[in-house]
């Protein structure tokens, strides 16, 4: 009887383990756009929450930058702005794209030269405590997407 229980036991966390190892968010069509000099690049890319609940984005980091921030890019009034923002939600079952004119990363500080061809990778961290590694596509200054 011990060992039956034990068994179960086993089974029951071997199953929420397998469970935790299951990624919320996925990711897909890493694209930044490399601007000259030392100017920040934007980086796009599309989320897809594969999970049952709200999952947030709050945060963003890369090896390859000083500083990575998710921003959002407004037009009011015919005027057009940008703004740090500290979350963005995923519904559940859901799909959001970080898009030119729309939510971006916005990465500062290249820690070395970053030209058109490179892969760079972002780290977002969500609100579930996952770190969700996204590789990004540099292109250059006059793209519109990840292949135009």
């Known amino acids: 009887m011990i060992f039956r229980s034990l068994v179960a036991a086993m089974l029951l966390f ?24 030392n100017l920040p ?3 796009y890319v599309s989320f897809e929450n ?7 984005i709050v945060g963003a980091s890369s090896a390859d930058y000083a500083d990575a921030m998710v921003h959002r890019s407004s037009t009011d009034g015919g005027m057009g702005r940008m703004e740090m923002v500290d979350s ?21 500080g290249a820690k070395h030269p970053v030209k058109a061809g490179d892969k ?28 135009d």
Do not use: C, Q
């Not at 594969?50 to 947030?56: A, G, H, K, N, P």
């Open 14 to 37: 071997t199953g929420a383990v397998h469970a935790a190892d299951a990624p919320t968010v996925k990711a897909s069509d890493g694209w930044l756009r490399v601007l000259p000099g």
């Open 88 to 108: 963005v939600p995923l519904p559940p079952k859901g799909k959001l794209a970080f898009s030119p004119g729309g939510y971006h990363v916005m990465l500062m």
């Open 120 to 147: 760079i990778v972002v780290t977002f961290a969500l609100s579930d405590g996952e770190k969700l590694p996204v590789t990004f596509l540099a292109r250059p200054a006059n793209a519109t997407g990840p292949t």
């Open 41 to 43: 690049a934007g980086g």
């Open 50 to 56: 594969v999970s049952d609940r709200t999952v947030s």
